[in-house]
């Protein structure tokens, strides 16, 4: 719920539309900060806000998750959609969003727990070891189960958890499945026993059902909304 004139902070902000978004929320007055560890995703900002009008309400800056170039207390929420998962020390993370809000401000942290992951072919057997491979992919492939302890530790008060389920049962350009099943057959060759044959196979497999009207996949990812304390972790205000 971003409001006019507020600061926000989008860690990990990818191409640049949830950003951007959020850009036009706070209006005018307002300004977002979006950080990412890759430099062409930057440049893929700094179009999009061309794009959307809003160059004057945003800046992008290069960084990592654990190191964001913003002044302690200096914003008012914090986004971090599908980034924690990636991190191998999730604390260090949640530690710098924390610093960064000021008393009161609020994170909302989206990821995915992989093990829901239901992506229907005719070898299941293949298919499950695939995930499986797939799931090295991230350093916490199950990490909201472990978010809400996390959150606390780092002083954060939990206030909702919302399921947010990813259903597609065709294959077309506005889904999102259709789109990553090279990308994870490239990821899977070589790794957890698969050859480079089964991953092809594999993504041929997953294709086929759709000619046959039988395409289904099926991911849980969970939205965290949390409020840094008011007082700081040791008591003082």
């Known amino acids: 719920a971003p409001r006019t004139g507020e600061r926000g902070l989008d860690i990990g902000c990818g191409f640049g539309l949830l950003a951007c978004e959020l850009a036009r929320d706070v209006g005018p007055t ?8 890759v430099p062409d995703m930057i440049i893929a900002c700094e179009e999009r806000a ?3 009008a809003v160059t004057g309400r945003t800046e992008f800056r ?4 654990e190191a964001v170039p913003a002044a302690s207390g200096s914003v008012d929420f914090v986004t971090a959609m599908q980034v924690y998962e990636y991190m191998a020390d999730v604390e260090r993370g949640l530690a710098e969003a924390y610093r960064v809000l000021k008393p009161g401000g609020r994170l909302a942290v989206l990821d995915t727990d992989w093990e829901s992951c239901v992506w229907h072919a005719g070898d299941r057997e ?3 070891r695939v995930l499986r491979a797939w799931e090295q992919r991230f350093a916490h492939p199950h990490l909201p189960a472990h978010l809400p302890a996390l959150l606390r530790r780092s002083g954060f008060a939990l206030r909702t958890v919302t399921m947010i389920p990813v259903v597609n049962v065709e294959m077309s350009e506005q889904t999102y499945s259709p789109g990553m099943i090279d990308v994870v057959a490239r990821f899977v060759a070589s790794r957890g026993g ?3 044959d089964e991953a092809t196979g594999w993504a041929e497999d997953v ?11 099926s991911l849980s990812r969970h939205l965290f909304l949390a409020e ?3 007082t ?6």
């Not at 307002?30 to 560890?37: E, N, P, Q, S, T």
Request: proline share 2%; no cysteine.
């Open 30 to 37: 307002g300004r977002i900060m979006g950080v990412d560890a």
């Open 50 to 52: 061309r794009h959307d």
């Open 62 to 65: 290069q960084a990592d998750p």
């Open 126 to 128: 293949r298919t499950a």
């Open 194 to 196: 698969i050859t480079e």
């Open 207 to 217: 294709r086929s059902q759709a000619t046959r009207g039988e395409y289904f996949f």
């Open 228 to 230: 840094r304390a008011r």
């Open 232 to 237: 700081s972790r040791g008591g003082t205000a």
